[in-house]
């Protein structure tokens, strides 16, 4: 018979890698750790006996997460309600990671450092995230990335700074709401194509014209008051900019 080299999953038990033969690889690890009241550290730390490529735990934890930076082949990473030590190195030796999304958790701004030095990640994604000592300061040196989303009640204005810090990045979405100087650091984030705003954002027309303008490929999501006092989400481009103006009775400068 065949004998597997890929194992993929959502496992409930540490008992599954602690029975796995010497010729099972597992590649995929997912798993909802409130499901699964048995777990221990010692079973994660199986982990590192496999060439894992994507990770995915769910739910509280409360566990030793060391053994992620042993996951030498990891390229996909997931964690939520997590709470990472001040001391904690997840990702000194993780040349692989190319995406990595955390959510509803607090670390240290010393544990993103190491993502400096991992050219292959160009997607991060933050939800909920409390990070000390400020996102934009950890991470506006790590310049391979390519899409950035940061929401959550935590985030401030200072993530625009990373518009002007970041030279690939093509798609930024935050909750943060920009004021007049933050939008003109749009204009310095030259391969930036999508920019969304998840909160209610006063758009001065005169300021972003030019910038629209000047870049045909870029498209403002933006969340504003409608006529009618409603929430909308406006797709502002340099083709649309002039309708949303008319329907939302934006003043501008011709009037």
């Known amino acids: 018979s065949t004998r597997p080299d890929v ?26 750790v409130e499901n699964s009241p048995n777990l221990q550290d010692k079973n994660f730390a199986l982990l590192t006996l496999h060439p894992i490529r994507h990770l995915v735990i769910e739910g509280k934890q ?16 997931k964690l939520s309600k997590f709470h990472a030590h001040t001391n904690a190195r997840w990702f000194i030796d993780c040349p692989n990671l190319q995406d990595l999304e955390l959510q509803d958790g607090i670390l240290d701004a010393s544990l993103l450092y190491p993502l400096n030095d991992i050219p292959s990640l160009t997607t991060l ?16 040196h790590v310049t391979s990335l390519q899409d950035i989303t940061i929401l959550g009640d935590h985030v401030d204005r200072s ?29 310095t984030a030259t391969a930036l194509k ?5 909160s209610e954002t006063v758009i001065d027309p005169e300021q972003i014209r030019p910038i629209l303008q000047d870049r045909p490929y870029l498209h403002i999501n933006v969340v504003v008051e409608s006529t009618q006092k409603r929430l909308i989400m406006a797709r502002l481009t340099a083709e649309t900019l002039e309708y949303w103006i008319t329907q939302l009775n934006w003043a501008t400068g011709n009037e």
């Open 125 to 140: 994604y933050l939800d909920g995230v409390e990070v000390n000592d400020g996102i934009s300061m950890a991470l506006r």
């Open 7 to 32: 194992l993929t999953g959502r496992f409930v038990s540490g008992s599954w890698l602690e029975h796995l033969k010497g010729e099972h690889r597992l590649r995929s690890f997912i798993i909802n």
């Open 194 to 198: 999508s920019l969304t705003l998840k």
């Open 62 to 77: 409360d566990f030793n997460l060391s053994f992620i930076s042993k996951l030498h082949h990891l390229e996909t990473l």
């Open 159 to 187: 993530v625009f700074e990373l518009l002007s810090y970041l030279p690939a990045l093509q798609s930024f979405t935050t909750s943060a709401v920009p004021n007049h100087a933050d939008f003109q650091k749009v204009a």
